[in-house]
């Protein structure tokens, strides 16, 4: 299994400032300046784990390259790119769209960084040099709309290297999965009237944007049925989504037959995220992961590509993403979590009867995938 893995030490310069990324430091409030929640330190640790747990050697190192303007346009328009350009040619930078997105002087540069990687690492996917990949790439992107930035995200990461290979490789049916904790708007927005780009959002129900991912919002025109949404109460667990995954992922997943899967992976679903309620654990991603793998090798050869996005505990991010990484490579002898015990052996993580509910409610909207 050759698994690829695309991080660079630019992501780690992106500048989001000391405003905690939601509320800029004021004495007179009591607010203390702090660094941006959405900062470098959760990607830093998870290439640093990957690097220290030895994994790295089974993995084959891509390298990313900066997204075009024609590239950006795929997803973007004129109006957001040139946003940008002018925000990151100004002395103290800009913000990528709602006040919440802050990025430093000549920062477009890093966020092309971040896009283009998600197209290398795709377009090692497709073009069968990797079976699978992840990319650690910051800023995020999946909250970015055609129009605007938002929620920490500059472009769609995903969305471009979605229709970059669809362009360049001939890629039909794409399958979009989005476990971030927070919904998956900016993806779903862009491929609203799509029927060949399937979106499959799980979140927490109107975390963030406020009001967003409902059940109802199932996409328009031909695209009709081919955006799902499963907002799961706050403190689902491991057996709230993994419930989620057999009865909504894998059937529309199935009934899609993608040519390749994309996920939006972030790991504020963990059970100690700050910008949270959820309760997953390092075996949850874990075994998402492995289920989406078995989908992969189904339907698409394996094709399986993976776009890092949320997730803002520095002590327990990094042991989620190792998960990921190991399940894509194959790896047999998975480094032990240590705080599985303790994050994962709380009461009511499995599935609950509150949880069942939103599920049955999205079931029947699968048979709208053909
Ligand atoms: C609502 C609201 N209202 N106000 C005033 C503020 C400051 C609000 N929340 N902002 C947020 C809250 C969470 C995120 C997470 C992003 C992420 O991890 N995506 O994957 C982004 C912005
Ligand atoms: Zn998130």
């Not at 967003?212 to 667990?237: D, F, I, K, M, Q």
Request: net charge negative.
């Amino acid at each position: 299994m050759a698994t690829g893995y695309l991080y660079h030490e630019l992501f780690g310069w992106h500048d989001t400032g000391t405003n905690a990324g939601l509320f800029p430091a004021d004495h007179r409030a009591g607010i203390q300046p702090f660094q941006h929640f959405e900062n470098a330190e959760t990607k830093r640790r998870i290439h640093e784990l990957v690097v220290v747990s030895g994994v790295i050697d089974r993995l084959t190192r891509l390298e990313p390259r900066k997204a075009t303007d024609e590239e950006i346009l795929l997803v973007h328009t004129e109006e957001h790119l040139a946003r940008i350009e002018a925000g990151s040619e100004q002395p103290k930078g800009g913000d990528s769209g709602d006040g919440l997105s802050p990025f430093g002087p000549g920062g477009i540069e890093i966020g092309r960084l971040a896009a283009g990687g998600m197209i290398e690492a795709t377009a090692a996917v497709v073009e069968g040099r990797v079976d699978n990949a992840y990319a650690l790439i910051r800023p995020p992107g999946h909250h970015a709309e055609p129009d605007t930035g938002m929620g920490f995200c500059m472009f769609g990461n995903l969305a471009i290297a979605a229709r970059a290979v669809r362009r360049t490789h001939g890629v039909e049916r794409i399958a979009v999965l989005d476990w971030d904790v927070h919904h998956g708007n900016g993806t779903q927005k862009t491929f609203w009237e799509d029927p060949d780009t399937l979106t499959i959002s799980l979140h927490q129900d109107r975390v963030f944007p406020p009001d967003s991912g409902h059940v109802t919002e199932r996409g328009a025109g031909a695209g009709l049925g081919y955006a799902v949404n499963v907002p799961l109460p706050p403190g689902t667990g491991t057996g709230g989504y993994l419930s989620a995954f057999d009865r909504v992922v894998a059937p529309a997943i199935d009934r899609f037959r993608p040519d390749l899967i994309l996920v939006a992976s972030g790991f504020d679903a963990n059970a100690t995220d700050p910008l949270s309620r959820q309760a997953l654990t390092s075996s949850s991603y874990r075994a998402m992961t492995e289920r989406l793998l078995d989908l992969a090798a189904t339907h698409c050869d394996g094709r399986l590509a993976m776009s890092h996005e949320g997730g803002y505990n520095p002590v327990y991010v990094p042991f989620c993403g190792l998960a990921v990484i190991e399940a894509l490579a194959g790896v047999t002898d998975p480094l032990s979590d240590p705080y599985e015990p303790i994050f994962g052996g709380m009461a009511g993580l499995d599935l609950q009867p509150h949880q069942t509910a939103v599920l049955d409610r999205v079931v029947p909207l699968l048979d709208d995938i053909h």
